[in-house]
């Protein structure tokens, strides 16, 4: 059951019961092909679609193709794809955590990082991925009474039936199990790697492999390819004028990116061809060169 509801001028918000719900939705009407749909977000049970006025005519009819989906066929919640998180469990709460449930630091980690978590929502900073949900003996332990002023980038952390991942540095109230020595946004760039839908899987490393991997590690490469493409393509998508071609230099990640882009051609030229050869044949229409 869907309830579609107007939100402002150029968007409709649809709630559904469940997180699968909202999940097959939003990518049934990514898949659909309707047209006027600009984005999908998806968060917890619901998921808003954002429409392009100029190619909305008629909302009324727009808004039952949007109906329509909810009895259609999406992708299973199930078939996301799996984000693999080297985390150090050194976390200033991760003996406060193992008191609270009367566990040892071990078996937190063991059950921290014994299962998969749907990413539900990302927010709070950007690419703050909210997801979960935690085991049983893990989940209830409320939010710090007194929120600390600096959590370090990368911290690993958990809170009521939750864990997610700072982005940043920023204050917050989660209880810090870890870190990650991975950067898991490029805010300069605008790209996010972790979307709602995504499975974050977190394999513990020893801290000796956290400090070597932090000064130099990125993004595992194999999840970072579908955005790398979502990015080019929007930016080859922009381009003003034809026959034009533009040099930009962007950061993805840790990896500089030298992008070209004229009327028919859209070059890549990053040492992440040269690091990671076989990634080369991965991403359709874009030729990666050595710098």
């Not at 990125?218 to 579908?226: C, D, F, N, R």
Request: hydrophobic content about 40%.
């Amino acid at each position: 059951m869907i309830d579609l509801q107007p939100l402002g001028d150029r968007a409709f918000l649809a709630s559904f019961k469940t997180e699968a719900e909202a999940a097959r939705w939003a990518g049934a009407v990514r898949a659909s092909g309707l047209p006027g749909v600009l984005d999908v977000s998806l968060a917890y049970a619901s998921a808003a679609v954002y429409a392009d006025p100029d190619r909305v005519k008629d909302w009324d009819a727009w808004a039952r193709s949007l109906r329509i989906l909810a009895d259609g066929e999406g992708p299973d919640l199930a078939s996301g794809r799996v984000l693999r998180i080297p985390v150090w469990y050194g976390g200033d709460d991760l003996g406060e955590v193992a008191r609270a449930i009367g566990a040892t630091e071990a078996e937190v980690v063991a059950l921290h990082s014994g299962q998969d978590y749907r990413v539900f929502a990302v927010g709070f900073q950007p690419g703050f991925p909210y997801a979960g949900y935690l085991p049983e003996r893990l989940s209830g332990i409320p939010r710090r009474s007194s929120p600390r002023a600096r959590v370090p980038a990368g911290s690993v952390a958990i809170a009521g039936r939750q864990t997610g991942i700072y982005p940043g540095e920023s204050p917050g109230g989660w209880h810090l199990l870890g870190r990650t020595p991975c950067r898991v946004v490029d805010v300069e760039a605008g790209v996010f790697p972790i979307e709602p839908g995504d499975l974050l899987r977190f394999e513990p490393i020893a801290r000796e492999a956290f400090e070597e991997r932090r000064n130099r590690d990125v993004w595992p490469v194999e999840a970072s390819l579908g955005r790398l493409e979502k990015f080019c393509s929007r930016t080859l998508d922009d381009r003003s004028t034809a026959g034009y071609r533009r040099k930009r230099k962007v950061q993805f990640l840790d990896f500089p990116l030298h992008l070209y882009s004229s009327r028919d051609k859209f070059e890549v030229s990053s040492p992440l061809a040269q690091r990671h050869p076989a990634i080369k044949p991965q991403i359709k229409n874009l030729r990666f060169t050595p710098r």
